[in-house]
């Protein structure tokens, strides 16, 4: 695509786009981290991606200024004006995913008896579809693809298969083993906010798909 | 795009500090050739008011004089005279020769050798006795009574009242002026009198009035045809050939030496009207070719000086192209068009050359009536007064040519005026 | 090729261009543009410089006819009446599409008679009466009347520029026209004059048909219902307003708004 005649502006939009990519690696990887922290048991890493979660809410900040001073400033039209707009609403949606992600690291010390979890050994593996999900919506709205935006959008379906399955196993290891039963609740929240994460994904790809295009995702993908 | 390279570039110096040796060395020389190029503009200026200045001063010097005329003081009783008269006889147009041959002029010479000696009432002008005649036409009720005149001289006594003459004379006036008799009073008669044989009784009115006649026929020709030439040209003439041949011939028209339209007048004008030779309406028609082309330029300038944006704005509004042209254009350019007119007329009253091949160079003793009698013009009768041998006409035409001068200034003067009054800006 | 958005509603469009094409001596200035503009909102002609887009506007009420080297061909209907045709009178044409230039142009004579110039001249108001409540009208609807009502005998060229233009618009608006052409009104005005000038175009857009000529997209934006961007003498893309500035089909439009251009 051409530049704009003012380079500032290509700046700016460069800058934007940067913090966004920032912010999604982050995010990518406080996903990661927390799940590996509860999952082994490490409070110490727990503590780490807690801390890290001000990182992206300092970056959440700085993504609204900017995005509101190219606004005012350079006055963005037609895909210029969307894009903005979308990384607006994406940094919210991001700053929300380091929030669930943080959650679950500080669930990381209200497990007991880790060796024996069954259930346990699901949540990676769920846990690593959300985070490509996240990776993939973010190569979307770098690359302003929207069709690979919607293919992650149809990969929220199987997100949601896990977490269907996940709380069926939950539920039943709670009625087999009473005694576990703080434990397992808390993993049902776990498993909870990974869903959550895969649902902020699948917004941020409508959003990556009308900044591309101009119109939302048909309906039946979701 | 390339990047504007901003500083840091070898050839080019700064400019700063300001007060440097080089610097000064060029504010100095700025100043010198700024300061020596208005003195220059001063010095075109002055010598141009020196030369108006003297030609007016040198007019106003010699002219002067021309204004006053030697008189001696005679009185005469009507009563005495024998001259008879009344109301109705002496309002016949021949009633000057009426008294005439009564022996008016001998009655004048009687009372002044009486009252003056033989030899002063000889010094009396010829045309003396005409005064007395105009007075009497002019109130009958003097029959019967008597009254004092101040009759004009002979150029010799005028001149030996002015200081120059034989001794005789010189003795006479000396002998005269001392009695009270004889004086150097204003003339005001000048403005009121026409051409005549003696200088003492010539006037400039006869013309006056036929300079303004003639104008008068040159602004009613010239003025609305100009204009409307100049109107058409501009707005209505579609740009090709045709129109630049006309646009260049009448450009020419312009710098053709005035004298060439003198022998067109000639040619066609008195051929159409062989009696009208020297009237006022060929001399206007004849001046009026002249300055109509002038009036074409100016009017064309001042047309185009009319900014489009006002013609827009009336056309938008849905005026059509004659509306655009009379309610917008034309106003606009009256002023301009006005100057132009007058500066043309200005230019029309000093012409002599055209005006000398129609004939209008005759000696006519009596202010024309019409447009159709004959007459003269103030260019023409300086130069006609120019030729005589009589002293006394040298103070006469400079006096003349003051009365054109002040015919000029009035005119300027009311082209100043009226372009003042309709000047819009816009 | 021109892209025409689709779901524009389709009403009776007031001025019906077809194949206009505009020639300044061999020079072709409009190729082949057609539109329907519509009278019930206000469209923007948007370009670079030199896209035509001020010649096109000049063809509705035939100002190109006063330039000697122009050529007009091509279809263009007022009220499905050709403009061009031979029952169609131009003075009256200019009554009926009136025309605000770029630079104010008042009349220099007073205030009134700017205004009433146009109404005495078509015979729409003669006695002063009936001239009176036309120019106070007229200044009223243009929002001035409230700043001249004491003054009209002052000479229009006094007003400051706003005001100007605004009695430009009156003297437009006094023969009680069926469409308003403005080419670029504003672009000699400062911010607050140019806001009130929006604000009147917005308050006129019931009653007239606007076409606006501007080279700010961002008043085009904010003034029209519809937006027609020309590039090069031809007519590239015509859309609602809204869908142009958000999401335009064309490419060259994409980048003229975007300021990618040139």
């Not at chain 2, 006469?396 to 000047?423: C, D, P, Q, W």
């Not at chain 3, 009156?170 to 000038?197: C, F, G, N, Q, W």
Request: glycine share 8%; charged share 20%.
């Amino acid at each position: 695509m051409a530049e704009h005649t003012v380079k500032a502006f290509d700046e700016d939009i460069t800058r934007l786009r940067g913090l966004i990519a920032e912010m999604g690696g982050l995010a990518e990887v406080a996903i990661a981290e927390s799940l590996d922290a509860l999952v082994r048991g490490d409070e110490v890493l727990a503590e780490q991606v807690v801390a890290r979660d001000k990182r992206i809410d300092a970056l959440e900040m700085e993504v609204d200024k900017l995005a509101v001073r190219i606004i005012a400033l350079r006055a963005p039209m037609a895909d210029d004006l969307r894009e903005v707009i979308a990384a607006l609403k994406i940094a919210g949606v991001l700053e929300r995913i380091g929030d669930y992600s943080k959650n679950i690291a500080k669930r990381t010390n209200m497990i007991e008896g880790r060796a024996r979890f069954e259930p346990l050994t699901l949540l990676p593996t769920m846990g690593e579809l959300a985070g490509e999900m996240v990776h993939d919506v973010l190569t979307a709205y770098a690359t302003r693809d929207p069709a690979l935006a919607r293919e992650v959008i149809a990969t929220d379906s199987k997100v949601d298969g896990f977490y269907n399955s996940i709380f069926r196993n939950l539920i039943s290891y709670m009625i087999e083993n009473p005694s576990t039963i703080s434990s397992a609740a808390q993993l049902l929240f776990v498993a909870r906010n990974i869903e959550r994460i895969g649902d902020h994904a699948t917004n941020v790809a409508e959003m990556v798909h009308f900044a591309a295009t101009g119109v939302y995702p048909p309906e039946g993908d979701r | 795009m390339s990047s504007i390279p901003l500083s840091s570039d070898a050839a080019v110096q700064p400019l700063g500090p300001t007060r440097t040796p080089v610097f000064e060395q060029r504010l100095a020389k700025r100043y010198r050739e700024e300061r020596n190029f208005r003195l220059i503009g001063l010095g075109a200026v002055g010598f141009s008011v020196a030369v108006l200045v003297f030609l007016l001063g040198n007019m106003l010097i010699n002219g002067i004089g021309g204004f006053q005329r030697a008189e001696l003081e005679v009185t005469i009783d009507f009563a005495k005279s024998g001259v008879s008269g009344d109301a109705v006889s002496l309002s016949a147009p021949t009633a000057a020769q009426t008294l005439e041959m009564q022996g008016l002029p001998d009655i004048v010479t009687f009372f002044a050798e009486e009252q003056l000696g033989k030899n002063a009432a000889r010094e009396i002008s010829p045309d003396g006795w005409r005064d007395v005649a105009a007075a009497l036409i002019a109130d009958p009720e003097l029959i019967g009574t008597s009254k004092v005149f101040d009759l004009p001289t002979t150029s010799a006594l005028s001149g030996a009242l002015q200081g120059e003459g034989s001794p005789e004379m010189l003795a006479l006036a000396e002998r005269l002026s001392d009695q009270g008799k004889l004086a150097r009073n204003w003339d005001w008669g000048f403005l009121a009198r026409s051409d005549a044989t003696t200088p003492q009784s010539v006037g400039i009115w006869g013309a006056l009035k036929g300079s303004m006649l003639t104008m008068l026929v040159t602004l009613a020709l010239a003025f609305p045809v100009g204009v409307l030439s100049a109107l058409y040209l501009e707005e209505y003439a579609p740009r090709g050939r045709w129109t630049e041949i006309i646009e260049v011939s009448i450009s020419n028209l312009a710098a053709v030496p005035s004298i060439i339209f003198g022998l067109l007048g000639l040619s066609i004008f008195l051929v159409i009207f062989p009696d009208l030779r020297s009237a006022p309406l060929i001399g206007g028609m004849t001046l009026a070719l002249m300055t109509m082309p002038v009036i074409v330029i100016t009017g064309r300038n001042a047309i185009k000086a009319v900014p489009p944006s006002i013609r827009d704005g009336a056309l938008a509004v849905g005026a059509s192209p004659m509306q655009v042209v009379f309610h917008h254009v034309l106003p606009l350019a009256l002023p301009g068009m006005l100057t132009g007119t007058i500066i043309g007329m200005a230019r029309a009253l000093g012409e002599t050359a055209p005006l000398l091949l129609i004939g209008m160079r005759a000696f006519v003793a009596t202010p024309p009536d019409g447009f159709t009698s004959p007459a003269t013009v103030l260019p023409m009768q300086i130069f006609l007064w120019s030729d005589e041998i009589d002293r006394g006409f040298v103070e006469r035409t400079s006096a003349a040519i003051i009365v054109l001068l002040v015919f000029l200034l009035a005119m300027n003067g009311l082209a100043i005026y009226l372009r003042n009054k309709f000047e819009k800006r816009w | 090729m021109t892209v025409i958005h689709p779901n524009m509603a389709d009403e009776t469009a007031k001025i019906r261009a077809r194949d206009v094409c505009v020639f300044y001596g061999d020079k072709l200035a409009i190729d082949h543009v057609s539109i329907d503009i519509s009278p019930n909102y206000v469209t923007a002609f948007i370009g670079p410089s030199g896209c035509g887009k001020s010649t096109f506007l000049r063809c509705f009420n035939r100002m190109n006819d006063t330039i000697g080297a122009a050529k007009v061909t091509g279809l263009i209907e007022l009220d499905g009446e050709d403009i061009h045709g031979n029952r169609m009178d131009v003075v009256q044409l200019r009554a009926r599409v009136g025309m605000v230039f770029q630079k104010p142009n008042p009349f220099p004579k007073s205030i009134y008679e700017n205004v009433a110039y146009g109404p005495k001249i078509h015979g729409l108001a003669e006695k002063k009466a009936d001239l009176d409540v036309v120019v106070e009208r007229s200044l009223t609807r243009a929002g001035l009347w409230g700043e001249v009502k004491d003054r009209l005998e002052d000479s229009g060229t006094a007003l400051s520029g706003g005001q100007q233009q605004r009695l430009c618009i009156a003297r437009a608006i006094a023969v009680d026209p069926e469409v308003i052409l403005m080419d670029e009104p504003a672009s000699a005005l400062d911010p607050i004059a140019t806001a009130k000038i929006e604000e009147l175009i917005n308050d006129l857009s019931g009653r007239y048909a606007i076409v606006i000529v501007t080279h700010s997209m961002q008043q085009a934006a904010r003034v029209s219902q519809r937006t027609a961007f020309f590039h090069l003498g031809k007519m590239v893309e015509y859309g609602p307003t809204s869908e142009i500035f958000t999401n335009p089909i064309e490419e060259r439009t994409k980048d003229y708004i975007t300021g990618r251009y040139g």
